[in-house]
């Protein structure tokens, strides 16, 4: 191999790297099994604020075509607004959640990665409640539902502190 042809693929192996990790999205432990537990649900439910939804729900075309989020939305007398998704939807929902919240491409250069506090607080709410779900509600029992308000919360440390 000459010198032109071994810095072409040096070049090449650099940006297939580049692009394979520039695509990964590092998920949460026990992702997959709240995905599974969400697509069984018939329904679910989550009280929040409009800017809230609207920040953490919203889908390129290639998103809404591939993994539609389909919502009823409700305004309740607390000003919240209730948004029933069904169990399909909030799989959907917790995949586009995942990449914002935990390191999706993002940003101006190839290796930013997102990290949206909005979405981080709602996957770990709709999370909490899927991961205390030990059965699916049965057809006379409410739909399993979160709150998530303008309520301060404890925020998690960053690690090292």
Known sequence: MNIISRSVSAVLGAGLLLAMTSCT?????????RLQKASGLKVFQIDTTK?????????????QGDRPIKVKVKTLPNGLERVELSGVSLANYLRLLD??????????APWSRKREAESIRMYDEISGVLDRATKRPE???????VVVDT???DVKPLSGK
């Open 51 to 63: 800017d809230l939804w609207a920040k953490t729900s919203e889908q390129t075309p290639y998103e």
């Open 139 to 145: 057809p006379d029992e409410p739909p399993l539902r």
């Open 25 to 33: 999205v590092e998920s949460p432990r026990r992702h997959s099994e």
């Open 151 to 153: 309520a301060y919360l």
């Open 99 to 108: 990449y914002d919240a935990h390191g999706g491409p993002g940003g101006d």
